[in-house]
């Protein structure tokens, strides 16, 4: 049993046949393509996405935008995104990543000019 299959050899059955005679694989991992033994027992590369591909394929395109954010594909195929207004951006990294915070007492939030709006607690 290989990859939870049998493969009975002596048999005539194609699969079986190419799977013997790719050290008893019926698919396998080569200098980074993968190869299978189809149903003819003919050796067969299936194209994989890479990371990068997902990423277009999962957002429909390389660039997109979501609310206030410009958003790209990496080459390593991580969503990329950054704040279209660069105020507010600065903003946010200035009091460590936040959008909101409590500040003695007070709700903060950082405003589309990029300045901080503190207001009491109800």
């Given amino acids: 049993m ?10 005539t059955n194609p699969i079986t046949i190419c799977a013997k005679n790719n050290n008893n694989r019926l698919a396998w991992e080569e200098n980074g393509n993968t190869y299978i033994c189809d149903k003819d027992g003919k050796v ?10 997902m990423c277009v394929e999962r957002n429909n395109g ?4 979501e609310e206030n954010l ?3 594909c990496a080459p390593n195929g991580n969503e990329m995104c950054s704040y279209k ?34 207001e009491d607690q109800i």
Avoid: H, M, Q
Avoid at 62 to 65: C, L, M, S
């Fill in 2 to 11: 290989k990859n939870g299959k049998e493969i009975c050899f002596g048999s």
């Fill in 44 to 53: 067969v590369r299936i194209e994989l996405y890479s990371p990068f591909e």
């Fill in 62 to 65: 390389k660039r997109w935008e």
């Fill in 70 to 72: 410009d958003c790209y």
């Fill in 85 to 118: 207004n660069k105020p507010l951006a600065k903003c946010i990294k200035r009091n460590g990543g936040n959008t909101e915070w409590e500040s003695e007492g007070k709700i903060c939030r950082c405003n589309p000019e990029g300045t901080e709006n503190c």
